[in-house]
């Protein structure tokens, strides 16, 4: 479960929410000053009043209302200009309130949720001049925007590092792979506007229009040679993302993730990766990890304690991959594919740690066996395997915190879930789903013993643990019959009828140890002789004192193909290092920096109407929507980066707000302008049961919009 943050990030958030919502109302204010009318409040937040201050009264805890009607047995609003200078009390009170979910401006005659709320006053805002009122009106959100470009003109000053718009890892069988899109690519321009980011590139996929290709300009390196290619990609919808993709992920750099919750991933990362038994200690009295505990890790090949490694690791640096030095994780990539399955020669730098030799393990790139039928959009439609055959699952790993655990271990291997013998991954998910708040039975093999255990799901539907695939056990889950869409094609092994938990032995005569065996013995069949028809398999049924089989997979043209684009790569993915990145700054020229933020100020507005437009389209997901919980989630972690992150966010959050105000929603601005322009043009507001029909819809659209915004955050906090 994610928190929202530390608690000076949250307050440090709410405190540029404040920033923002005052500026807005202090924009209203400052209009409806110098339009005359008289304005009773002034507040930043909603519900009960924290901390007031009035003019002739002074700071309060509470409202200042209880003060004057002590005084004079009326309320403020109830007094006349007169009253209130003979009194030398302020018209105006400014007020903190609890909530942090806005603000507002109460000004004589105007109640955005009483239209009746007029006034005779001279200076009642009903009887202020149509166009003085649109310039009170508008106000707020202008603000916002003259605020945004000043923030990011701040942010431009400083530098922003953003994702590089480099494709790191191109999805099988998506938009972006059918298009040739290659690992490596900087992709430079998009239908001739030019990209910065990668979040550039990610917004134009998801603002795209179906089935519309986007027009791609892009920058490739061929060896020496470098090229400028354009390629034509149609996105299209992601499931998982909710959104229009074209399935790319970003490139990354030579630095090892220090993000704290990926960290107690990167142990089992390490050891599958070969840091421990390739990595001797840096210099005396710390270890290659950046530990300062010398008991953590030795010379040879012991792992430093779990916990510890979790608490100290501070992060590390590729050097060289094979002996030349590199600032790319593409160069670990490239070598991995002529690596023919052998470790990959590199050094590193760890922090507080010195440097160390580290010969990296190469694991295979699996064939992508698409479900048939489709699963449920929680979870992905494809397993890893080959031929039609997937290995088990396995336990990676049980949190301290997780309710499995002290019943699951690291390392366990499923052979049952229910009634499910030998499941693929996302047969377990799905078992585990249909458990949830109850017990799910178990088998695993767990140090060679078969255990049963029964854990109980939680009611979210998940066990809380970390799953991942069981190559370095050479038994199958379930095979494929047919992959693929409907109605799908027969896989190489359909015909041999293979029961799950059968355990593979040889292929070709070769002993199988794992699946890593299996690939490099399939893999040096199929380049020994291309045109290979078929191949033997060795197999022991699941079934008690079964005698070894030796039965015939045959391979057609297509199969073969398949498997010769098959591949090796660095058993440490580039998941676990930081994004290649770029800085978008203006150097230190401030008339640059203004132009930059007109610039991205424009963008930002543009953006917000076409997600809203896509919104309506159906290509954007409601459930990629945030409310406050989810704004002051980000906002947490944005901080963590730093405070120039935290200025530019504030100004998206800026220009978010600035558009979404003025939308022609009764409640919102937008609305009260819509009102003020048939005013000017019939020579009348509209009726007052018109106004209350219009403000109650608005209400019941802002409220829906809330809760399903809430739902949304809180659902990503405790999943």
């Known amino acids: 479960m994610e928190i929202l943050g530390t608690g000076a990030n949250i307050l440090l958030v709410l405190l540029g929410f404040g920033i923002l919502v005052a500026i807005h109302e202090f924009g ?53 200009d007169s009253e209130l200078k003979n009194l030398q009390i302020g018209e105006t009170e400014y007020s903190l309130r609890a909530l942090p979910l806005g603000g507002f401006v109460r000004m004589l ?64 069988a998506d938009p972006a792979a059918n298009a040739g899109i290659q690992a490596g690519d900087r992709i430079v321009a998009i239908d001739g506007a030019s990209i910065s980011t990668f979040a550039d590139l990610q917004i134009a996929a998801a603002m795209g229009k179906p089935n519309e290709a986007l027009r791609m300009t892009i920058e490739r390196t061929a060896g020496s040679q470098a090229q400028t290619i354009q390629l034509n990609v149609t996105p299209k919808h ?39 038994n390739h990595a001797p200690d840096a210099m005396a009295g710390k270890n290659a990890w950046g530990i300062n505990d010398v008991n953590l890790s030795g010379p040879n090949g012991t792992a430093p304690d779990r916990e510890s490694f979790d ?52 694991v ?58 030998g499941p693929r991954q996302m047969e377990f998910r799905l078992a585990v789903q249909e ?20 854990p109980i799901v939680g009611r979210d539907g998940k066990l809380g643990v970390e799953i991942a695939n069981a190559w370095e056990t050479p038994i199958i889950a379930r095979p494929f019959a047919v992959v693929g869409p409907p109605p799908g094609v027969p896989t190489s092994v359909a015909a041999l009828d293979l029961m799950p938990l059968t355990r593979i032995n040889a292929i ?51 199969t073969r193909n398949s498997l010769a684009t098959l591949r090796w790569r660095p058993a440490l993915g580039p998941e676990w290092f930081m994004p290649a990145d770029v800085v978008l700054s203006a150097g230190g020229n401030p008339l640059r920096a203004i132009g930059m933020g007109f610039t991205e100020t424009r963008k930002m507005v543009m953006m917000t109407y076409l997600t809203l437009d896509r919104l309506f389209r159906g290509t954007v997901g409601v459930s990629q929507l945030r409310g406050p919980v989810g704004i002051v989630h ?18 998206m959050i800026s220009v978010n707000l600035a558009v979404i105000n003025f939308l022609p929603i009764p409640i919102a601005d937008g609305g009260l302008m819509v009102f003020l322009i048939y005013e000017k043009l019939r020579g009348k507001p509209p009726s007052p049961s018109f106004q209350n029909g219009a403000m109650l819809a608005g209400l019941v659209l802002v409220g829906a919009l809330f809760a399903v915004t809430f739902y949304n955050d809180v659902m990503r906090l405790i999943t």
């Open 364 to 421: 295979p790139v699996w064939q992508i066996l698409e479900y048939t039928e489709k699963p449920p959009q929680a979870f992905i439609d494809f397993e890893q395997g080959i031929f039609g055959l997937t290995p088990l699952v396995r336990i990676g790993r049980v949190p301290a915190t997780s309710g499995a655990n002290g019943i699951l271990m690291d390392d366990d291997v499923i052979l049952r879930a229910a009634d499910i013998a």
């Open 311 to 362: 608490k100290n690791f501070r992060g590390g640096t590729l050097l060289t991959v094979d002996g030349n030095p590199t600032t790319t994780y593409t160069a670990l990539d490239d070598a991995s594919l002529k690596s023919m399955g052998q470790p990959i020669a590199t050094r590193w730098s760890f922090v507080d740690g010195g440097e160390s030799d580290i010969a990296i393990n190469c």
């Open 28 to 80: 209203h204010f400052s209009a409806a000053k110098w339009a005359g009318v008289r304005v009773d409040g002034f507040a930043v937040g909603m519900g009960p009043v924290i901390l007031a201050y009035r003019k002739g009264i002074g700071i309060r805890f509470g409202s200042t209302e209880p003060t004057i009607h002590a005084r004079t047995g009326k309320r403020a609003m109830q007094l006349t």
């Open 634 to 651: 980000i906002g947490t972690r944005i901080a963590d980066r730093g405070m120039t992150y935290l200025i530019f966010f504030l100004a």
């Open 508 to 558: 070709n005569g070769q002993t199988i140890g794992d699946w890593n065996d299996l690939f490099r013995v399939v893999r040096g069949a199929l380049s020994q002789k291309p045109g290979v028809a078929q191949l033997s398999i060795k197999t022991t049924p699941p079934t008690p004192n079964a005698a070894a089989e030796e039965r015939v997979i045959q391979l057609d043209s297509t």
């Open 109 to 172: 005659g105007q109640d955005d949720l009483d239209p009746t709320a007029a006034s005779v006053d001279p200076r009642s805002y009903n009887r202020t001049p149509i166009w003085k009122r649109m310039i009170i009106v508008s106000a707020g959100v202008t603000c916002n925007m003259f605020l945004a470009i000043e923030m990011f003109v701040v942010a431009f000053m400083i530098g922003v590092r953003f994702e590089a718009p480099i494709v790191g890892a191109v999805m099988p």
């Open 435 to 454: 458990h949830a708040g109850k017990q799910i039975n178990l088998r695993v093999l767990r140090k060679g013993q078969e255990i049963d255990c029964a």
């Open 238 to 276: 992601s499931e998982a993302a909710g959104m229009m993709s074209i399935g790319i992920a970003p490139a990354a750099s030579t630095r090892l993730t220090t993000d704290s919750q990926v960290i107690p991933f990167l142990y089992g990362v390490f050891n599958r990766a070969g840091f421990w």
